[in-house]
């Protein structure tokens, strides 16, 4: 059975730092794109990074370089380092994998290109 389960998250300030941790265990997902989205209240799922197997970064545009994606194939985990926190990036935080390179065909930033996704993570920021 194929799990992702985040963890990290918390209860932080404006300008703090976190990060967060993705353990998928089930199957190997080097060869896989891996991606984190979050939800804040209120507000639609939104895609935040995505890291594919060769390692290659891509992220939102709102995030202005403050996140860094990334992925160790060996653990089969994935992290997103976040910096200089803001309010607005208040959320619940889910790990994505795509196994069958739906992202390839349709991109990175669609939700149902993943096939698997955690239970999430929630992060709060507090001004």
């Known amino acids: 059975q194929v799990r992702l389960i985040e963890s990290g998250g918390g209860l932080v300030q404006a300008g703090d730092s976190l990060r967060l941790s993705c353990a998928a265990s089930?199957?190997?997902?080097?060869?896989?794109?891996m991606a984190w989205f979050r939800r804040a209240p209120g507000k639609e799922r939104e895609f935040v990074a995505a890291v594919y197997y060769r390692e290659n970064t891509y992220y939102t545009d709102s995030i202005e370089d403050r996140f860094t994606i990334s992925r160790d194939s060996a653990r089969n985990t994935a992290s997103l380092q976040m910096s200089n926190l803001k309010p607005e990036d208040t959320a619940i935080y889910y790990c994505?994998?795509?196994?069958?390179?739906?992202?390839?065909?349709?991109?990175?930033?669609?939700?149902?290109?993943?096939?698997?996704w955690g239970q999430g993570t929630r992060v709060t920021v507090s001004p």
């Open positions: 994505a994998v795509d196994v069958d390179r739906t992202t390839h065909r349709i991109g990175l930033r669609i939700a149902r290109a993943y096939d698997y």
């Open positions: 089930g199957r190997t997902f080097s060869s896989d794109t």
